[in-house]
C-alpha cells in the first residue's frame, strides 16, 4: 500500500486548505483512513479518520478540530480529503494520511500500518 499526500501549504489564519491522500496498492475498504499530524515538538496526533462498521462509514474527528475540519472520500478514486477552514496557528503541523487494518483505536498512531510522506501546514497568524 501507498499513500500520497498533497495539498499542503502556507495560509493565514482564518483561512482554508484541503489535503488529499490518494492510495494505491492492495487495501480493503473497511480498513480505516486516517490523518494525524505531528506539530514540532509534539507527538503525533490523531486528527480525524473513516471508518467501516456495521453500519457504514463512520467519520471521526479530533475535538480540537470538530466544526472546522472535514473529512470525506471518494472510493472511485480511493482517496480521501481533508477540507480545514477557520485555521488557526495552532493547526500548524505536518499532516499525514495514513492507514489502519483495525476499526477501532484509530485515535492511536501506532494502530496505523502505512503511511502518507507527509504535508506542511503552515497557518501564519
Known amino acids: 500500500v501507498q499513500l500520497q499526500a498533497s495539498g499542503g501549504g502556507l495560509v493565514q489564519a482564518g483561512g482554508s486548505l484541503r489535503l488529499s491522500c490518494a492510495a494505491s496498492?492492495?487495501?480493503?475498504?473497511?480498513?480505516?483512513r486516517g490523518w494525524l499530524r505531528q506539530a514540532p515538538g509534539k507527538e503525533r496526533e490523531f486528527v480525524s479518520a473513516?471508518?467501516?462498521?456495521?453500519?457504514?462509514?463512520?467519520?471521526e474527528y479530533a475535538d480540537s478540530v470538530k466544526g472546522r475540519f472535514t473529512m470525506s472520500r471518494d472510493s472511485a478514486k480511493n482517496t480521501e480529503y481533508l477540507q480545514m477552514n477557520s485555521l488557526t496557528p495552532e493547526d500548524t503541523a505536518v499532516y499525514y494520511c495514513?492507514?489502519?487494518?483495525?476499526?477501532?483505536?484509530?485515535?492511536?498512531?501506532?494502530?496505523?500500518?502505512?503511511w502518507g510522506q507527509g504535508t506542511q501546514v503552515t497557518v501564519s497568524s
Open positions: 495514513a492507514r489502519s487494518p483495525y476499526g477501532l483505536g484509530f485515535k492511536t498512531p501506532a494502530n496505523y500500518d502505512y
Open positions: 496498492g492492495r487495501s480493503f475498504s473497511t480498513h480505516t
Open positions: 473513516i471508518r467501516w462498521s456495521a453500519s457504514g462509514y463512520i467519520t
